[in-house]
């Protein structure tokens, strides 16, 4: 286990100019600090100056957050070998919604295949997936990566924001290729404001990226370290919990035999968001390694209450999109379920008492379209993916 010592920022009294005070004291250090004396240097971040010095970065040095006396713009030393491994896969694995072809579901879209329920909920799906995915890369840069001290993760999250603007792209292709224009897209992206169950799910996270970017206490601080896990928690729970129960609905009408290009878009975005829930999870259990008394009771009360409250959210959001009892092949309880069985799934990686009553996956016919065509980074770019209607669901 790593030293952690924040107690030199948690003693110290903060005032408004902390970003002056804190470059005044990375301007006068040394070439080589102490242990003693790199504790007692201030967290970096990424708006600390460049000063002229032979120090080079050591590996040791590094930590995922609160890290101290080393620039954040050096690419190596690598402490982190698993980060930047999912870097160059997820690179090697990246997409572009144009390549999938919609040719069917356009069809069923203009000649009226779907029915009400379905179309209601489509529209209330997609709007609510792409508030979502403009969510996520705006907590990663307004929040997460204030506080990121290692190179290597910050590649990686830089990667990842790339990624959430092209799950955005998908959503904007998918109903481009439609056939609507830009009112009848801005009409459909704009239901997330109308319904209340949309509105309280989104807000939900930006309180958790405004408590970290608006923090009275600086990187380091107890406080904001501590705001910054209970951020992470919502952000797995958006990338985990929300978005494949998103996806499962309009999984559900493929099952059916519609919308199945627009499934497909959906199974490329949840390889994705897979990826992303896995170097969450790690982050958060690599940030309690490193600050173990970020881990108290009190945190791990907090976070079953955090799972819960999502869980209570998605229920709202179920009972929403779904206001005649479900769609055919998916009932708002099982899809409720779902949740429930997730949010032990959390509980159970953070190693925390369970929540639910629930054992068994609720709709197991899901890992259909969970694409598990992972790449080795080794083997160069994945082109061999099939496209639109070759692919079978069956
Ligand atoms: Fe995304
Ligand atoms: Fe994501």
């Not at 292709?173 to 459909?188: A, K, M, R, T």
Request: hydrophobic residues 35%; negative net charge; charged residues 20%.
């Amino acid at each position: 286990m790593l030293d952690f010592d924040d107690t030199s920022d948690s003693s110290s009294s903060f005032s408004s100019n902390f970003s002056n005070h804190n470059r005044s004291r990375v301007n006068k250090r040394k070439s080589v600090e102490s242990p003693e004396e790199q504790s007692n240097l201030p967290v970096i971040t990424s708006l600390d100056t460049i000063n002229i010095g032979k120090r080079s970065l050591n590996a040791d040095d590094i930590k995922l957050i609160g890290g101290r006396g080393y620039d954040l713009r050096q690419p190596v030393p690598i402490k982190y070998k698993i980060v930047r491994e999912r870097f160059l896969n997820a690179r090697n694995n990246f997409w572009l919604p144009n390549e999938i072809q919609m040719g069917e579901d356009k069809l069923e879209w203009q000649t009226a295949q779907l029915t009400s329920a379905e179309m209601y909920l489509f529209k209330l799906n997609i709007s609510y997936l792409t508030a979502s995915d403009s969510l996520v890369p705006d907590n990663l840069n307004n929040a997460i990566l204030n506080h990121i001290t290692a190179p290597e993760m910050r590649q990686y999250l830089r990667w990842q924001i790339a990624e959430e603007a092209n799950h955005l792209e998908s959503y904007l292709f998918i109903l481009e290729s439609f056939g609507l224009d830009e009112q009848g897209q801005g009409q459909i992206f704009n239901l997330y404001q109308e319904v209340p169950a949309l509105i309280n799910k989104l807000n939900w996270n930006i309180k958790f990226t405004n408590n970290v970017a608006s923090s009275p206490f600086p990187p380091g601080h107890f406080e904001s370290q501590r705001a910054l896990l209970e951020d992470l928690i919502s952000y797995y729970v958006f990338e985990y919990l929300f978005f494949p129960l998103g996806f499962s609905q309009i999984f559900a009408l493929a099952r059916t035999g519609k919308l199945r290009n627009t499934a497909q878009q959906y199974s490329y975005i949840w390889r994705d968001e897979n990826l992303h829930s896995a170097n969450g999870l790690w982050m958060i259990k690599q940030i309690i390694i490193e600050n173990p008394h970020l881990w108290d009771n009190e945190m791990k009360e907090r976070t079953r209450a955090i799972v819960n409250e999502a869980v209570h959210l998605e229920t709202e959001y179920a009972h929403a999109s779904m206001p005649d009892g479900g769609i055919i092949g998916l009932p708002v309880q099982t899809y409720i379920k779902y949740a429930q069985f997730i949010a032990n799934t959390v509980c159970k990686q953070l190693n925390v008492k369970s929540l639910f009553p629930i054992k068994d996956h609720p709709m197991p016919w899901l890992s259909e379209y969970e694409l598990r065509h992972e790449v080795n980074f080794f083997e160069g770019r994945v082109r061999e993916y099939q496209t639109g209607s070759q692919l079978s669901w069956d």
